[in-house]
């Protein structure tokens, strides 16, 4: 398996409180991504990463903002949550030239109340 | 833009059946790719295949197998002799093609199979 953690697992905020979710790799891979599942949606791109300090939006990004500081860790935030941000967050990897195959961690499920 | 359709939300089978789920996608990209994913119950992504989409060559593994065809944009996914454990939700992912560069996957609505025993 593919060394992806998400912490925290589980998380239940209030509106209009910030959120922080983070995603760390073992495995050196350039790109990170940020999706979220939703019932009738399958899963969409929030933001990705292509280095250190290099992001870009993917299809759903209002309301969030990433950062990446180090190779391993990409960090996903909501400034100030909204009940239309629960969900399932789930943080993926690849590797160009690696069979082209994406890795996901495990997920954070988020509940803004 | 892209668009990966599972028309089929739901799927109940008994086991032992065989079972097909469909895959419809939209692109005017030559070159992609399209991905397979199982999410069991324990909510885990687990990647089962990729196809590239200049190799038509249908692909068989135990007992899934997928049928691609460019003509009708679609990539279906057939479980023969289904069992209890591949009870789960299916998604179907497209991806322009990238040597260099970031996979941008967009995903069906995804297929919740539930086989009874």
């Known amino acids: 398996d593919a060394g992806i953690t998400q912490s925290p697992r589980h998380k239940v905020t209030e509106t209009g409180t910030p959120v922080t979710l983070r995603c760390h790799q073992t495995e050196n891979h350039r790109y990170m991504y940020w999706y979220r599942q939703d019932p009738g949606h399958g899963l969409r791109l929030i933001h990705y990463?292509?280095?250190?300090?290099?992001?870009d939006k993917g299809e759903v990004s209002d309301g969030y903002s990433v950062s990446r500081s180090k190779t391993e860790d990409f960090l996903l935030t909501l400034e100030s949550a909204t009940s239309s941000q629960t969900s399932v967050y789930f943080c993926?990897?690849?590797?160009?030239?690696?069979?082209?195959?994406?890795?996901f961690g495990p997920g954070t499920r988020l509940t803004v109340l | 833009a892209q668009k990966v359709t599972q028309a089929q939300t739901e799927i109940s089978v008994v086991e032992k059946e065989d079972v097909t789920l469909d895959c419809v996608y939209e692109?005017?990209?030559?070159?992609?790719?399209l991905f397979w994913y199982k999410q069991p119950p324990s909510g885990e992504l687990v990647f089962l295949i990729r196809?590239?989409?200049?190799?038509?060559q249908n692909e068989i593994s135990g007992r899934y197998s997928w049928n691609f065809q460019k003509s009708t944009s679609s990539f279906n996914f057939t479980i023969t002799a289904s069992q209890v454990v591949d009870s789960a939700v299916y998604f179907c992912a497209f991806c322009p093609f990238q040597i260099q560069g970031a996979q941008k996957l967009v995903f069906g609505q995804g297929t919740r199979l539930t086989i009874n025993p």
């Open positions: 692109t005017r990209d030559t070159t992609y790719y």
């Open positions: 990463s292509y280095g250190v300090k290099d992001t």
């Open positions: 993926a990897i690849s590797e160009p030239g690696k069979n082209n195959e994406q890795f």
């Open positions: 196809r590239n989409s200049f190799d038509e």
